[in-house]
């Protein structure tokens, strides 16, 4: 026992005077020595280690292996540890409990025993940094026998990233996501997303649109759904491209949601106007993850996607204006354009990653360059039209609480005769229902909403053609005025 008290004092005592000696020793002395220290440790201990760290790469990404073994730990592990951490998760919005640092706990697999402890390092560093935290970093560091080193290799980290990312789906929280300016995508731990909660409640059995065409939307997306191995045979990228085309207010973004709730995908709503050029484009995209889906609502008002060249106007300011030699050339490269929203579509960058849905809405399709919307980048076109008697009685379940009525005859016929929107519809049965009505009330007043729409879209037509007669008879005076001053002229 004293021979074992006298053997950890020497080993205390060297290590007290080589710190103390450490500062009057040339680096490359004191390099070889701590290599040599480390060797001989490695040598009589018989246990190795593997280092998962929390971020990584230049922009110091958070490493995916480590948030699933976070999550892995948190779900196997947490009732073995005698230390814990709780917080509301920001995945899942509810109390979330996982190990706290410098707290170790023991997991088996196979019969093998593999310590897992969570660490943090706080790197001595002679410069100030203006980022709280930046220095420190966290990390897991498992240990094992040697012997069970390939297990671990081979199997137990593929174990880990499997089952971490099942916790994580099972219990996330999707997000909505929406890009940063230009400005804020550079910089320490910069991010080119912002998040909330995504809690939309709106879902096909609700989204007022004829049973049929839901159906197909519905059999289309389960088929992409199903499909990783079929798109990897045909040598495809796993992605699939939606236009929504049709008059505001006929629920465009209510499709998007139900998309996203039918395949419990997160959503990254793209704005164009906030990306400057063709290289910001890809950094973004590069930022998705699966499983997701990316919108870009009334794209023709984005950018221009008319994929015409534009005519080179010089103002009197731009005459006295002379830019050096390869400047022009530079402006108009470093600008966002059709050919690099096209490279973002189906492009060798729309390859990295996948299970993707990319959505295009927009009012008006005969603006958009045909070959952004061509099959191939977006597969399915989908028309949101005007409300149909069968979206009508959607509305009319999902509001009212009812399939039949002796009103819907009337109503049915108007439908047929008025282009108006499912919104309006839904704000018709709305208004009287939120007073506590009767349905015939509701109903009555639905009526009286479309038959205003009715009047309405008359005094237009009307308009429109007093407009074009007045245009017409102008045109003929102008004739009449050019003819008898050609006489005159005789």
């Known amino acids: 026992m004293v021979g074992n008290w006298a053997g950890?004092?020497?080993?205390?005592?060297?290590?007290?005077?080589?710190?103390?000696?450490?500062?009057?020793?040339?680096f490359q002395i004191r390099d070889y020595l701590a290599t040599l220290f480390h060797k001989v440790v490695s040598f009589v201990n018989p246990y190795d280690q593997i280092i998962i760290h929390e971020y990584h790469g230049e922009n110091m990404h958070r490493d995916e292996l480590y948030a699933a073994s976070q999550a892995y730990l948190s779900s196997a592990c947490s009732s073995l540890?005698?230390?814990?951490?709780?917080?509301?998760?920001?995945?899942?919005?509810?109390?979330?409990?996982?190990?706290?640092?410098?707290?170790?706990?023991?997991?088996?697999?196979?019969?093998?025993?593999?310590?897992w402890c969570a660490c943090m390092h706080f790197p001595i560093s002679q410069t100030i940094s203006f980022y709280p935290g930046e220095e420190q970093r966290k990390f897991y560091r498992i240990s094992f026998h040697k012997r069970h080193r390939k297990l671990v290799e081979g199997e137990y980290l593929n174990h880990i990233l499997r089952e971490g990312r099942d916790v994580t789906v099972r219990t996330r929280q999707r997000k909505l996501f929406t890009n940063s300016p230009s400005s804020n995508l550079y910089g320490y731990r910069s991010s080119c997303w912002s998040h909330v909660a995504f809690e939309h409640p709106v879902t096909f059995d609700t989204l007022a649109m004829d049973p049929k065409k839901k159906r197909e939307i519905i059999d289309d997306l389960v088929t992409f759904r199903e499909g990783k191995e079929y798109y990897?045979?045909?040598?495809?990228?796993?992605k699939r491209g939606y236009l929504l085309y049709g008059p505001p207010g006929t629920g465009k973004s209510?499709?998007?949601?139900?998309i996203a709730n039918f395949l419990e995908y997160d959503v990254y709503d793209l704005e164009?106007?906030?990306?400057?050029?063709?290289?910001?484009?890809?950094?973004?995209f590069i930022e998705t993850t699966g499983k997701s889906i990316i919108v870009i609502e009334d794209i023709d008002c984005s950018i221009d996607l008319t994929g015409k060249r534009k005519e080179k106007k010089k103002d009197d300011e731009d005459k006295?204006?002379?830019?050096?030699?390869?400047?022009?050339?530079?402006?108009?490269?470093?600008k966002l354009t059709l050919s690099g929203v096209l490279n973002f579509i189906d492009g060798l960058w729309s390859a990295c990653g996948g299970e993707r849905i990319v959505i295009f809405t927009t009012n008006h399709v005969e603006k958009l360059d045909p070959a952004l919307i061509r099959r191939g980048r977006m597969d399915m076109h989908i028309e949101m039209s005007y409300c149909t008697f069968e979206a009508f009685k959607v509305l009319a379940k999902n509001y009212l609480g009812i399939v039949e009525h002796d009103l819907f005859i009337t109503i049915q016929a108007l439908l047929s005769e008025v282009n108006i929107s499912p919104a309006d519809v839904a704000e018709g049965l709305m208004q009287k229902n939120l007073r506590n009505e009767d349905v015939g009330a509701c109903l009555m007043n639905l009526i009286r909403v479309i038959e205003a729409e009715k009047e309405e879209a008359k005094k237009k037509a009307q308009q429109e053609l007093a407009a074009q007669e007045n245009k017409k008879s102008s045109k003929e005076e102008s004739s009449v005025e050019k003819a008898l001053g050609l006489e005159e002229k005789n």
């Open 81 to 115: 540890a005698r230390k814990l951490k709780a917080d509301l998760g920001q995945e899942s919005g509810k109390p979330s409990l996982t190990i706290d640092d410098y707290e170790e706990v023991i997991d088996t697999f196979r019969g093998v025993r593999i310590w």
């Open 232 to 238: 990897k045979k045909i040598g495809k990228a796993w």
């Open 254 to 258: 209510s499709m998007i949601v139900a």
């Open 320 to 334: 006295d204006k002379k830019l050096p030699p390869g400047m022009e050339e530079k402006d108009e490269n470093s």
């Open 272 to 284: 164009l106007t906030a990306v400057k050029t063709n290289t910001e484009l890809r950094k973004i």
């Open 8 to 26: 950890i004092g020497a080993v205390l005592s060297f290590f007290y005077f080589y710190e103390k000696l450490a500062n009057y020793i040339p």
